[in-house]
């Protein structure tokens, strides 16, 4: 059985688990879900919340941004780059509203690596977030 690696990157965003950043198994790196969550304050960029702590409006084009630059955060602190992806999975809370906005990020991020996708509509994710990124990359060496 292949060895593995817990890597938990100092400059991302804290779990909200018990889960690290991502696990190396060999030449492949397993990154845990990310979310948009801004690795200095924790919040989350566009959010605006109502004095019950329920969000009243977000901009949903600064998470994927936030998203896509956490995600780089911890490749760089797994010894992999942006180009190492190879598969990305998305889970978008409303296909419908945010699809071609996340599309239309994601061809911007990854012009040059083009890494296998599969975006997943669901219900909701654990904190009050819109979008999600699981990914795995290939390191060579």
């Known amino acids: 059985m292949a060895k ?9 965003p804290k779990a909200v688990g018990l889960y ?33 702590g329920n969000y009243a409006a977000f901009d949903f084009e600064k998470q994927c ?3 896509f630059d956490n995600v780089k955060i911890v490749l760089e602190a797994s010894g992999a780059t942006w180009d190492s992806l190879v598969d990305v999975t998305v889970f978008l809370t409303d ?26 509509g669901i219900d909701s994710l654990p904190t009050p977030i819109c979008i999600e990124l699981k990914c795995v990359a290939f390191i060579d060496g």
Do not use: W
């Open 20 to 52: 690290p950043h991502a696990r190396k198994v060999g030449n492949l790196l397993f990154l845990s879900g990310i979310g948009p969550r801004h690795p200095k304050t924790n919040a989350v960029p566009g959010t605006k919340f109502t004095k019950g």
């Open 95 to 120: 296909m419908k509203r945010d699809f071609a906005t996340y599309n239309k990020v994601y061809a911007e991020y990854f012009k040059s690596n083009q890494p296998c996708r599969t975006t997943v």
């Open 4 to 12: 593995s690696k817990k890597i938990n990157a100092k400059k991302a």
């Open 65 to 67: 941004r936030q998203v």
